[in-house]
């Protein structure tokens, strides 16, 4: 069954990375949030996509170098802007999650995918989901666009399932050999790399024994077609439109 994986939360209607963005994608029925890993100034793991905090929050700056508690301060909503162009999120008190947060409140039975986005917050991760929840129902994976990173979380902890992100155009065959030689489970390209028939490729993914997943996919009917080919799950800014598509969740993750 093809997984539908929630892009930072729901992050189509709610800020994203924030509680209120993952909350809302539980509730539409995603099968699993996927989240950005950032190192804090004080070693705190802070969930922001970008290395600077200004596109996300009413503060600016490398996340590398605010403490957790300056972020604590930041509005995780300030720029959140509604269709009608409005910001219905300023000044509700959504705040910057901590790893931690999210780790200690995500449901049984959602999944949970890791993107480490520095290396210095790799170790960390890998500490913070030791005796977690999703790591003992191995429901979580670690992926980044960065071979150090999740060849370094192999090493930190080879019983965790990593994934190889490729930027758009990167070549998928030589990712997938990589796969193989470093023991990651599974790569995630761009989607439109999949190409108009995904077919082919997919067949490649499981020749090679290497699951495989794609960013970001917002079309319904791509979405069908994916699925129809057996893809691993992707990634998409809409998991009720998603999950509408694929329909009702059918099992658990094991």
Not at 18 to 36: K, N, P, S
Not at 67 to 83: I, K, N, Q, T
Not at 137 to 161: H, M, Q
Request: with cysteine; hydrophobic share 45%.
């Amino acid at each position: 069954m093809t997984l539908v994986v929630a892009h930072r939360g729901a992050a189509a209607v709610a800020p994203e990375n924030t509680m209120e963005a993952y909350r809302l994608a539980v509730e539409m029925g995603a099968d699993a949030i996927e989240l950005d890993v950032h190192l804090t100034a004080d070693g705190e793991l802070a969930l922001v996509h970008d290395e600077t905090v200004e596109r996300t929050t009413d503060l600016n700056g490398p996340v590398a170098s605010l403490r957790l508690e300056e972020l604590g301060s930041a509005d995780a909503g300030f720029h959140f802007e509604a269709p009608d162009g409005t910001y219905p999120f300023r000044g509700k008190g959504l705040t910057v999650p901590t790893f931690a947060e999210v780790l200690d409140w995500l449901p049984d039975g959602i999944g949970l995918v890791v993107e480490v986005k520095a290396r210095a917050a790799t170790a960390p991760a890998i500490e913070a989901l030791r005796g977690s929840r999703v790591r003992a129902a191995r429901a979580v994976s670690l992926i980044s666009f960065e071979e150090v990173i999740i060849d370094e979380a192999r090493t930190l902890d080879p019983e965790i399932e990593t994934g190889f992100l490729l930027v758009p155009s990167q070549p998928i065959e030589p990712a997938l050999t990589y796969a193989v030689e470093h023991g990651h489970a599974a790569v995630h390209p761009y989607e439109a790399d999949l190409g108009l028939d995904p077919g082919p490729i997919l067949s490649l993914a499981n020749a090679y024994g290497r699951l495989m997943g794609c960013y970001v996919v917002n079309d319904p009917a791509r979405m069908q077609q994916l699925a129809a080919y057996g893809l691993w799950g992707f990634v998409t800014d809409v998991p009720d439109v998603a999950r509408e598509v694929l329909g009702p969740k059918r099992k658990p993750l094991p």
